[in-house]
């Protein structure tokens, strides 16, 4: 795992390598084990690095035989070495054991089909000096970042904005459209961002750009080919995927630990890593001071039913408020909760403890139909049939949907009345409307807007095949593209984890499980109101019980409360001053005034407010951290790069000092 980074030019005028330099200097926390850097006069790539494979021989940019194929990339191809045999066999010839060279090699061979082959999670480009063009592509479910932009055709990419932006060459400005993604759904959809004029790869996506000029392609596309009946070796196939899942993704020069939540997603994968490991594997969980929120007691049952060697760690009460500007430094996106304050500690503590790769969870909820918003649709569709019926309704309080909450009567109106099951977007409706954050705009931020409206911009784009899809596939979809990808892969997420060094990898999101889960019957998956049925199932004959009877648990965070302490840093009350609102001009002082007394009085704080104080405390911070100031690092000292490649560069001087340096111009 590792940043990458890198700059191509319309016209070859060159590449200055304080550029590239800077480029990575911005983001080595992704990369703290070593640098190298291509310089090209018409391309040069940045490269930070994890070492996770192929320790000693696997730095990078790296090229082909003849330095005509040049890569920075970053990630983890599990299937490499079955890759490496065939590629072998076709001639080819390896000089490191690394993941990274089966993708020069095998772009070599099969060019941008080599996309179809990879199993793994990546981002990467690929400067071909033959046809003098740059291919980039991300992994099928976006687990990896990169961002790009373009200036009069010179094209800028990396695996965080902040590489982009310290160029100097590209400016960061605010998109009120990409914001109001951000507020409304939780997250600016690819390739949309909150920076106007920088993009995100979409998942399952490459692009070629050439002469100045980029073109964008989907390589896979989420399909829900729903059987009628479920085969009769579910538990077999499903077993089989499994296994091979979480063994691949073991694969590493480094020991592999594993996340534990106390809950069964967790506890599957941490349990596969434990009885496919060699030593005993360590897990790591964190969990809140807040009782209401502590789940120490489930995680600390679950690692010891699976064998781990757990650490855990108790966040305080007013730690998110503290530490919420690093968090925003690294998520570069305002958000509407606090949950990735807590992957930043828990990344933190997995990191102090000397590790740096884990396995995790996410992305059993999307694909086995366990996540809340599936449940409490079905419920809403049983109640309209019968509005009438309040005993039908009463299966809103089995969903735990606010029912405790203050205004929850309210709540459950809004739930019946926000939306006919016609929609599309059905499933949906309620999180997207619920951060109620429309209101708190100002009039000059809503003309900004241009009457756009996000909602029916995501209704419109879905695609032809989404309406042949069964209501609960739909919600599927919709949970995987507005959710899944953009807010718990990124900010909840790599992120996160990257932000300290740590890798995270997702067994659950193997294309090959999600398309043996994606053609089973939907009854195999959410039945009434539980869900993960067939993986229950599977999970009942391979696993301990502790493990399979763990109920579904996710790691909670406070949401406003812990920004109203007495104890709480002084930041937050200066971005929320009448003056400071007006400055940046997006959210009504008035408005925003009467959430913040309503949160510092005390009382319970409805969800949707919840939600809409911290998109607003957040959207403060990041226009402070990134628009009102400029991003300015120290470049990387070139002489300490561990490969620096050129390409007949005039003027440039390498220092003799390089670990590894070529010229590599005919």
């Known amino acids: 795992?590792?940043?990458?980074?890198?700059?191509?030019?319309?016209?070859?005028?060159?590449?200055?390598?304080?550029?590239?330099?800077?480029?990575?200097?911005?983001?080595?926390?992704?990369?703290?084990?070593?640098?190298?850097?291509?310089?090209?006069?018409?391309?040069?790539?940045?490269?930070?690095?994890?070492?996770?494979?192929?320790?000693?021989?696997?730095?990078?940019?790296?090229?082909?035989?003849?330095?005509?194929?040049?890569?920075?990339?970053?990630?983890?191809?599990?299937?490499?070495?079955?890759?490496?045999?065939?590629?072998?066999?076709?001639?080819?010839?390896?000089?490191?054991?690394?993941?990274?060279?089966?993708?020069?090699?095998?772009?070599?061979?099969?060019?941008?089909?080599?996309?179809?082959?990879?199993?793994?999670?990546?981002?990467?480009?690929?400067?071909?000096?033959?046809?003098?063009?740059?291919?980039?592509?991300?992994?099928?479910?976006?687990?990896?970042?990169?961002?790009?932009?373009?200036?009069?055709?010179?094209?800028?990419?990396?695996?965080?904005?902040?590489?982009?932006?310290?160029?100097?060459?590209?400016?960061?400005?605010?998109?009120?459209?990409?914001?109001?993604?951000?507020?409304?759904?939780?997250?600016?959809?690819?390739?949309?961002?909150?920076?106007?004029?920088?993009?995100?790869?979409?998942?399952?996506?490459?692009?070629?750009?050439?002469?100045?000029?980029?073109?964008?392609?989907?390589?896979?596309?989420?399909?829900?080919?729903?059987?009628?009946?479920?085969?009769?070796?579910?538990?077999?196939?499903?077993?089989?995927?499994?296994?091979?899942?979480?063994?691949?993704?073991?694969?590493?020069?480094?020991?592999?630990?594993?996340?534990?939540?106390?809950?069964?997603?967790?506890?599957?994968?941490?349990?596969?890593?434990?009885?496919?490991?060699?030593?005993?594997?360590?897990?790591?969980?964190?969990?809140?001071?807040?009782?209401?929120?502590?789940?120490?007691?489930?995680?600390?049952?679950?690692?010891?039913?699976?064998?781990?060697?757990?650490?855990?760690?108790?966040?305080?009460?007013?730690?998110?408020?503290?530490?919420?500007?690093?968090?925003?430094?690294?998520?570069?996106?305002?958000?509407?909760?606090?949950?990735?304050?807590?992957?930043?500690?828990?990344?933190?503590?997995?990191?102090?403890?000397?590790?740096?790769?884990?396995?995790?969870?996410?992305?059993?909820?999307?694909?086995?139909?366990?996540?809340?918003?599936?449940?409490?649709?079905?419920?809403?569709?049983?109640?309209?049939?019968?509005?009438?019926?309040?005993a039908r309704q009463r299966l809103f309080e089995r969903l735990e949907t606010g029912c405790h909450e203050p205004g929850w009567e309210a709540l459950r109106r809004f739930l019946l009345d926000v939306g006919p099951t016609t929609d599309p977007l059905f499933s949906h409706l309620p999180r997207f409307l619920g951060s109620r954050i429309e209101g708190l705009y100002t009039r000059e931020f809503k003309s900004c807007l241009g009457g756009i409206d996000v909602i029916a911009e995501l209704r419109a784009s879905l695609p032809t095949r989404f309406f042949g899809w069964s209501s609960v596939s739909q919600a599927a979809y919709l949970e995987m593209t507005t959710l899944l990808s953009p807010y718990f892969l990124s900010s909840h997420g790599d992120r996160m984890t990257m932000a300290h060094g740590v890798e995270e990898r997702y067994p659950f999101l193997d294309h090959r499980l999600f398309e043996f889960a994606s053609a089973l019957p939907t009854g195999s998956r959410l039945r009434g109101l539980h869900g993960k049925g067939v993986l229950r199932r599977w999970a009942s004959k391979t696993l301990p019980s502790l493990v399979t009877r763990a109920r579904k648990r996710e790691t909670r965070a406070p949401y406003a409360q812990g920004f109203f302490l007495s104890t709480s840093p002084a930041w937050i009350g200066d971005h929320l001053t009448p003056e400071a609102l007006q400055r940046v001009g997006i959210f009504s002082p008035a408005a925003v005034g009467g959430l913040v007394r309503s949160c510092r009085s005390g009382h319970g704080t409805p969800f949707g407010e919840n939600r809409a104080i911290v998109g607003v405390l957040s959207t403060q911070l990041w226009h402070h951290l990134f628009v009102e100031s400029a991003i300015s690092v120290a470049p990387l000292p070139v002489r300490g790069a561990s490969v620096l490649l050129t390409d007949g560069v005039p003027n440039f001087s390498p220092t003799t000092n390089l670990q590894s340096h070529a010229d590599i111009g005919n």
């Open 1 to 390: 795992m590792s940043g990458i980074a890198g700059i191509a030019r319309r016209y070859p005028t060159g590449i200055a390598v304080d550029s590239l330099a800077r480029m990575g200097a911005a983001i080595q926390h992704r990369g703290p084990d070593g640098y190298g850097f291509y310089v090209g006069q018409r391309v040069g790539l940045a490269h930070v690095r994890l070492s996770i494979v192929d320790i000693t021989a696997g730095a990078q940019p790296l090229t082909n035989e003849d330095g005509q194929i040049i890569i920075t990339y970053n990630g983890e191809v599990y299937n490499h070495r079955e890759l490496r045999l065939e590629l072998e066999g076709r001639g080819h010839v390896f000089r490191t054991r690394c993941d990274t060279e089966v993708l020069v090699h095998g772009y070599e061979e099969w060019g941008v089909d080599l996309l179809h082959r990879l199993d793994g999670q990546f981002a990467f480009a690929i400067y071909d000096r033959n046809r003098e063009r740059v291919f980039v592509a991300r992994d099928r479910f976006g687990i990896r970042p990169l961002f790009y932009a373009q200036r009069n055709g010179d094209f800028y990419f990396g695996s965080e904005v902040k590489a982009i932006l310290a160029t100097g060459e590209v400016d960061a400005a605010l998109d009120p459209r990409g914001l109001d993604e951000v507020l409304t759904f939780g997250a600016a959809r690819p390739p949309r961002t909150p920076f106007s004029g920088i993009a995100s790869l979409e998942p399952g996506t490459y692009g070629i750009w050439r002469d100045g000029a980029l073109w964008l392609r989907h390589y896979y596309e989420l399909d829900y080919p729903e059987a009628p009946e479920e085969p009769l070796d579910v538990i077999e196939q499903l077993d089989e995927i499994m296994l091979r899942s979480v063994g691949m993704r073991l694969r590493a020069d480094v020991p592999v630990g594993a996340y534990v939540s106390g809950g069964l997603d967790s506890a599957i994968t941490a349990s596969l890593a434990r009885s496919a490991s060699p030593y005993t594997p360590q897990s790591f969980s964190i969990t809140s001071a807040i009782p209401e929120y502590d789940e120490s007691l489930h995680q600390e049952e679950v690692a010891r039913a699976v064998g781990t060697a757990h650490t855990a760690s108790v966040i305080r009460q007013d730690t998110i408020a503290h530490s919420f500007p690093d968090v925003l430094w690294h998520a570069e996106t305002p958000l509407v909760a606090t949950g990735p304050a807590l992957m930043y500690h828990l990344a933190k503590l997995t990191k102090e403890s000397g590790v740096k790769v884990v396995v995790g969870g996410r992305g059993a909820d999307e694909i086995f139909l366990d996540s809340h918003v599936f449940k409490e649709a079905s419920v809403r569709r049983f109640c309209l049939r019968r509005p009438e019926s309040l």
